[in-house]
């Protein structure tokens, strides 16, 4: 037998056993970075919550707080794992307010697309999700949870005995991928934090979008779909626009340009990108988040 057809046969294996277990996947994504224990805490939480649980790391390096970029890591992923994997994401986990400080932090797990989340109450569901997902529910602590407000008494603080990821997030999304319905974690519930996704401006001739994501190699991912470019476009010529740069011409791949040159390319998620071929477009270019993308048409004759 061929190393790749044993490789294979035993994936199927494995597959088939935990499918067989009642088990599925659980992955995590954090902002805990890699040079303090956090990441090892939560590992070292789940091994003792379900020891043969197979869990992967999507990764630990979201910018610290940072919803957009989780939401866009985690969008750009999780449908290449099976359906009733299980994904817990572990960013501002104290969740997020209107008024600034958090006085009643919240958790939820959800159900979308044949996927679980589980997640603080800081808006990345309902970005994630294009809104409130349709199945969600509460999750309820395990320890009461101080007020914001936390006074001193008798000269001692008192703080708050409760860890989220290790006490709620965790043992969640270990039920979860241990095969209990999500109906049996908590209450539903439809009064999440909410943030909205930018949408995209569609006219005529023209597209207006933003960066949505810079990522490792200084690319900037724009929130413009390829479909969104080819309905509009209806295979008219092209020009991208963005700072004071117009690029006439959509490549293939990010290294269909010598070394040094623009390039605008989609990436296998089919969002529109503004790459620099080995070199670090935003630096380069001066555009960072949330900066303007036009794609221009020819007007029709």
């Known amino acids: 037998m061929q190393p790749r057809q044993l490789a294979g046969r035993l994936l199927n294996n494995t597959t088939k056993n935990l499918a067989t277990a009642g088990m599925g996947v659980l992955t995590l994504l954090t902002d805990f970075g890699y040079r303090d224990h956090y990441v090892a805490a ?64 919240a958790w939820y797990a959800a159900q979308y697309e044949g996927h679980f989340f589980v997640a603080a109450d800081n808006g990345l569901l309902p970005l994630l999700c294009d809104g409130v997902p349709a199945q969600v529910v509460r ?23 409760l860890n989220p ?10 039920r979860l991928a241990l095969g209990h319905p999500l109906s049996t974690l908590g209450p539903p519930a439809t009064d999440l934090y909410l943030l909205t996704n930018r949408q995209l401006r569609l006219q005529d001739n023209r597209i207006t979008g933003h960066v949505a994501h810079v990522d ?34 959509l490549r293939p791949h990010f290294a269909a340009a010598p070394p ?3 390039v605008c390319t989609f990436n296998p998620q089919g969002c529109l990108c503004v790459a ?8 380069l270019l001066g555009l960072y988040f949330d900066s303007q993308v036009d794609v221009r048409f020819a007007e029709a004759q």
Do not use: C, K, W
């Open 260 to 262: 040094g040159e623009i």
């Open 165 to 174: 990821t290790r006490d709620v997030l965790a043992p969640a999304a270990v």
């Open 42 to 105: 939560l590992r070292a939480r789940l091994l003792r919550l379900a020891p043969a649980l197979p869990v992967m790391d999507i990764t630990h390096g979201v910018e610290p707080y940072n919803i957009a970029h989780a939401v866009h890591v985690l969008r750009a992923v999780f449908r290449d794992f099976p359906a009733g994997t299980t994904h817990l994401i572990t960013v501002s986990d104290y969740g997020a307010s209107a008024a600034g400080a958090v006085a009643a932090p």
């Open 216 to 249: 490792h190699y200084g690319n900037l991912v724009t929130n413009i779909s390829r479909e969104a470019v080819e309905v509009v476009g209806r295979g008219r010529p092209v020009a991208v626009h963005f700072g004071r740069e117009v690029v006439r011409e």
């Open 139 to 161: 999750l309820e602590a395990s320890a009461p949870v101080a007020p914001a407000a936390a006074i001193l008494v008798a000269g001692n603080l008192q703080p708050t005995a």
């Open 276 to 283: 620099i071929n080995q070199g670090h477009a935003s630096e």
